[in-house]
């Protein structure tokens, strides 16, 4: 089933508590958690503490992206603040295989992203050890960023790869997602959508409830 990951890079912090309950009774069950190194990606947002203090308050899936550089290093630590799913880059692991056999050590969810100059064949021996793709459809590193149409095409070829070869991960798409491209987004086969500010600029219930609107029409 479709889900809707709000990113919490777009909430208010200093009502960030408030934001997410918020989110939990508009009946979201997977928050997306955006980790900048100033690395990998120039920003720098959160890291181990703002997700353990969180995780003491919230019962949603934590689907924790990690942008940062070699992020085998801190693995075992997201998992123990309360991650339920790590997403690593495929370009800022130096051993792709050993870091998803890393994660899986732990018991969580595999995630593998691409930016949007990485073709999916870069990825494509990794697929059958993943339980979900992280598309980029904008640069890493910024939120509010316009979504790359041409990013879309990831979708549907590992929408194909996963039919063809009978592989079970979802698909999630990251970056500039609103109300007026989600009905193409989820036509392509993606199974999450992260928003952020599609979800908390505003009136969170109505953002979510326009977008699911949309969605349902378009079904």
Do not use: W
């Amino acid at each position: 089933m479709f889900q809707i990951a709000p990113s919490i890079l777009a909430a208010d912090f200093n009502c960030l508590g408030k934001q997410l309950q918020e989110v939990e009774k508009a009946d979201v069950r997977v928050l997306h958690l955006d980790v900048m190194d100033g690395v990998f990606v120039p920003s720098i947002s959160f890291g181990m503490p703002v997700i353990a203090s969180i995780r003491k308050e919230s019962n949603l899936f934590f689907d924790v992206h990690l942008m940062v550089q070699n992020p085998i290093r801190y693995i075992k630590d997201f998992v123990k603040a309360g991650a339920d799913s790590i997403t690593v880059h495929s370009e800022a692991c130096d051993d792709i295989a050993s870091t998803i056999q890393e994660i899986k050590c732990f018991g969580v969810k595999t995630g593998l992203a691409i930016n949007p100059e990485t073709p999916v064949d870069a990825i494509k021996p990794y697929l059958p050890m993943v339980d979900m793709v992280l598309v980029m459809s904008v640069h890493p590193g910024f939120g509010g960023q316009k979504l790359i149409p041409e990013t879309l095409k990831k979708i549907e070829e590992l929408y194909q790869i996963r039919e063809e070869s009978n592989l079970c991960y979802n698909i999630e798409v990251d970056g500039g997602v609103n109300a007026q491209n989600i009905s193409e987004i989820v036509s392509l086969g993606t199974d999450i959508a992260v928003a952020g500010t599609a979800v908390f600029g505003g009136d969170i219930s109505a953002n979510l409830e326009k977008i699911r609107e949309v969605v349902a029409d378009a079904s």
